[in-house]
Structure formats: C-alpha cells, structure tokens
C-alpha cells in the first residue's frame, strides 16, 4: 500500500511515466489483420491472428518435444520415477544422491511443462489427490454423489443456472452429458464440505478438471485438493474472505516487487482488483489460453498456491512500459484482457515469474493466516488467539499488524 498525500502520490506518477521511453510499435501490433478460428486440443475455439497461430505451432512442437524428455525418463528411470522425489526435508540429508537428483529434475521438468498425456496422472499423484483418496472407502464418490442426487439447496440451484454458462459452445462440456458430469462433480463438493459449498468460479475450475483427468472421480479429488490443502483458505465461502485476503496480498506484492506501475495505478485510482479476482477465482481458467492455464497449474499442483500471485504479477509486469502511458481504466483493462487473450506461448508467461522478480514472495497459507487473524482481531477483540508456528517476522513488510501466506517447497 503506499502511503502519503495524494498530491505526492501523483507526482510520483508522473516521474514514472516521464522516465518511459517513446514506445516502439509491439510485436502485437504488427500482427497482420487476419483471424482464424480453431480448436485446440481440449477443445477450445481459439480465436486468433497469423502471429497467433505461428506461436501456437511453434508451442505444439514444444510439448511434443518435452514429452520426448519425459518419455525418455521413464524409460531409463522407471514409469513412476516422479514419486521417488517427495521428500520430507528432515529426511534429505539421509537420502540418496539419486532421489535429490530426481527431485531437481522434477521441478525444473514441471516448470517447463508436463506433456498433456501424463497431466492426469502426473498431478494426481504429485498434488496429493491420491493420497486423500486412498484415505476413503474406494466408493466414497459413487455413495456421496448418488446420496445427494436429488437433493436442492441454494448451492445446486445456483450449480444449475451456471451449468450452461460454464465455458458456452464447447464440445462437450455444454452438452447434456458434459453438464451432467460437471453438476455431478461440484454437487458432490458442496456436500463434502458445506463451508464452502458452492462459489461461482469453481465450475471453471472444476470443468477444466475434467477435461484433463478424463474422469468425474479423479476430478472431484483434484478439487477437493485444490480447496483443501493448495489455495489460500475461505477462498470459496459465502463471504470470500479468503479471496479478498488474496486482493490484499497482491497489492501490497505489486506495490513492492513493480512499484512504478503501483504508483500509476494508484494516481489513476485504478483498483487492481478489477481483473485480478477473477484470476484468482478462476485460476486463470478464463483469462488465458487452455495450454497457458495448464502450465500455470503444472506448477500449481506441485510448488503450491504461490505461483497465482507469481502470474499476475508477471502479466503487470511485461505490460509495465505501456501501462505507464495510459491516462484511462479502461486502456488498463484493455491491455490486461488483450494480453492474457494472446498468451498462447506458456514460456512467455511463465519466464518473467523469475526470482530476480519475485524474490521473497511469502507462503500464501502462512500470509492469510496472519491476515485472518488481523481481521477478526479488530472485528472481536475480545482475546482471539494468534496462529501457531508463523514466523512474524517474515510477514510484517506486508501487514503492519502482523499478518499473512504456505507452500509446499
């Protein structure tokens, strides 16, 4: 948050503006004027131009490329090599070099991609979903989803009016039997776990699901993973408080880690929020392109929550010198929308979210749990008690008050 009178709030601005140099014309907009419309490969009509579709083959040749690496290690290491590298840190130093070798490559591999055919697998195990699954009778999805069929709460009534909205005029997913799957697979959620119930944005999110793990079962763990041990708590409850914790927390990372474009936003009043909590709501289901997505959520399942914050600083980021010459919202928002729309090659994306960037970015869970605690403290202080093994001091460049973000490495 920045502090001070507005006065010097806009004049820092205006420095930062001075200090931009006249634009040269992007490669955006030298993109010739024709536009072609396809399908991808999980379906999706991709609207785009001759730059577009250039990108999005040298893209495939990628994936199939990676996918030649991932192949080759399973060859030489053995199908589920993958599974040897989650390790406990008091146990690494009693570890074979091997297995720490296996776990460097892992996540440098994750980072470039995981070849589509093996996301189903890959994330099941790597996530967690399995192991939560393992923890149930193995008909524990047939029996709560058939038990709670014909059941009508406000949740399913708000599923089925989102049904039809959910990703309109794909192939499947807005057809009866793409509709029924999808109802069947956040019903059962909301019954799982009634706290959150239902939040329009998870049927992005779980429809995505489906169509990577192939399966209604696997899916619903996939999201019930996500919710429960990778995103930010109270993200999906009735009052989103954990979504609004999550607006919080970017701001304060967007005024540290780009401040000048902070600075011009805030002389503009120019609320971030605006495209950000659908970001964050949708995990970017809606905002970029499917394969984009799903390399964001490669990382996601494996590296933990932070790599949300990571994206949407990174998309701020690469826009900073043309953002720092707009005067209206709506030429920010037009950018952001124009941007995530054309990011069809991952490694574009994904290289700004570099350490010489997002050094220090907190643990998400260990930043909301300071900021929970904050927030109920003014609403009650009547003596609530701080949280457990947070180390303030890691939190406090964000909340003044002593508040805050976990990850998994």
């Not at 708590?233 to 009735?238: A, P, Q, R, S």
């Amino acid at each position: 948050m920045m502090y001070g009178s507005t006065h010097s709030k806009i004049d820092l601005a205006i420095e930062y503006q001075a200090q931009v140099p006249a634009l040269r014309p992007s490669i955006r907009a030298r993109r010739a004027n024709i536009t072609v419309k396809f399908q991808d490969l999980y379906g999706f009509t991709v609207e785009g131009n001759v730059d577009d579709v250039n990108v999005l083959n040298e893209v495939r040749e990628k994936v199939r490329e990676q996918g030649r690496v991932w192949w080759s290690l399973e060859a030489s290491k053995g199908v589920n090599w993958y599974l040897q590298t989650q390790l406990n840190s008091t146990l690494k130093s009693s570890l074979k070099f091997s297995v720490l070798v296996n776990a460097i490559t892992l996540k440098r591999l994750i980072r470039k991609g995981i070849p589509p055919s093996l996301r189903p697998k890959v994330w099941f195990s790597l996530s967690g979903a399995a192991k939560k699954k393992s923890t149930v009778p193995e008909s524990y999805y047939n029996d709560l989803t058939g038990a709670v069929e014909d059941k009508v709460t406000p949740a399913t009534k708000q599923i089925d009016q989102d049904l039809p909205r959910t990703f309109p005029g794909h192939p499947w997913l807005d057809t009866p039997e793409g509709h029924s799957a999808l109802r069947r697979v956040l019903v059962g959620y909301s019954f799982r776990d009634s706290d959150v119930g239902y939040c329009q944005g998870l049927n992005y999110v779980a429809a995505l699901l489906l169509l990577v793990m192939k399966t209604e079962e696997d899916a619903f763990w996939m999201l019930a993973v996500l919710l429960e041990d990778v995103l930010v708590n109270d993200c999906y409850t009735y009052n989103l408080s954990g979504c609004h914790v999550e607006q919080r927390v970017f701001k304060d990372l967007l005024t540290k880690k780009c401040p000048r474009i902070a600075a011009h936003l805030e002389a503009m009043e120019f609320d971030v929020s605006l495209v950000s909590t659908e970001w964050f709501l949708c995990l970017f289901s809606k905002s970029l392109p499917s394969e984009t997505t799903l390399r964001v959520w490669d990382v996601l399942f494996y590296e933990g929550g932070k790599v949300l914050f990571n994206v949407a600083l990174a998309i701020f980021k690469m826009n900073e010198e043309e953002l720092l010459m707009t005067h209206h919202v709506g030429d920010v928002i037009n950018i952001i929308h124009r941007t995530t729309r054309h990011l069809f090659d991952p490694d574009e994306l994904l290289t700004v979210t570099t350490p010489s960037i997002l050094t220090y970015i907190p643990r998400v869970k260990e930043i909301c749990l300071w900021a929970n605690y904050y927030i109920d403290h003014l609403l009650s202080p009547c003596g609530i008690r701080e949280p457990r093994g947070i180390d303030k001091s890691t939190v406090l460049v964000f909340f003044p008050g002593g508040r805050v973000m976990n990850d998994r490495n």
